[in-house]
């Protein structure tokens, strides 16, 4: 269990790395909209690993309690990635994170195995972090993986970089604000259409 959290950890850093690096190119002065495009289209050309993509634009959005949270590409960072391990073909993720302009708000979800139309995978890991920055007092949510409970979510992908589709589709995860046995667990559902162009 304790190693399974460990990569989960590392993947989640990898998320954030990432996102970050998107953002602050986002936040990034650029003059020109055609500059702004080549720059985007350089990112989206994988140039951090094959299969890593910063949505043009598009929604990532879900509901939390009685919130719901909405990133926008056209101004926040949303990518949608791959990780693999090329010495074991079994440890493959795919995932979304995303970080919002002010980056007072991040989130993350992720799923083993290989992304593709139609694909249906469990969730392997999520986070969702609200900064003291934001509107609300901060806080953090992070996927419940306790022996007991048998569902941790799930996320369905319709398409996946068809046309000018990024990706579209849906998900679930529960989430608790810690990782104590008795902590309360809360059922986010969302869902993400991201655009390429």
Do not use: W
Not at 9 to 30: E, G, H, P, R, Y
Not at 34 to 63: E, I, Q
Not at 75 to 81: R, W
Not at 186 to 196: A, P, Q
């Amino acid at each position: 269990m304790r190693i399974r959290r460990f990569t989960h950890l590392i993947f989640f850093i990898s998320l954030s790395f990432m996102a970050v690096l998107a953002s602050c190119q986002k936040d990034s002065d650029v003059k020109d909209s055609s500059a702004l495009k080549t720059s985007l289209a350089a990112d989206s050309a994988a140039t951090l690993s094959p299969g890593n993509f910063l949505a043009a634009s598009g929604t990532l959005s879900f509901t939390l309690k009685d919130s719901t949270y909405v990133f926008d590409a056209s101004k926040d960072s949303i990518a949608f990635i791959t990780v693999h391990d090329d010495n074991d073909d079994t440890k493959r993720y795919f995932g979304i994170t995303a970080i919002n302009k002010e980056h007072t708000m991040s989130f993350g979800i992720s799923s083993s195995g290989y992304v593709h139309n139609d694909k249906s995978g469990d969730i392997a890991g999520s986070q969702f972090l609200l900064n003291p920055g934001y509107k609300k007092p901060a806080f953090q949510f992070s996927l419940s993986k306790y022996a007991d409970q048998k569902d941790f979510g799930n996320i369905y992908v319709d398409k996946y970089n068809q046309d000018s589709v990024l990706a579209k589709g849906t998900f679930h995860a529960f989430l608790a604000p810690d990782d104590k046995a008795n902590a309360p667990v809360y059922k986010v559902e969302g869902t993400f259409n991201l655009k390429l162009k």
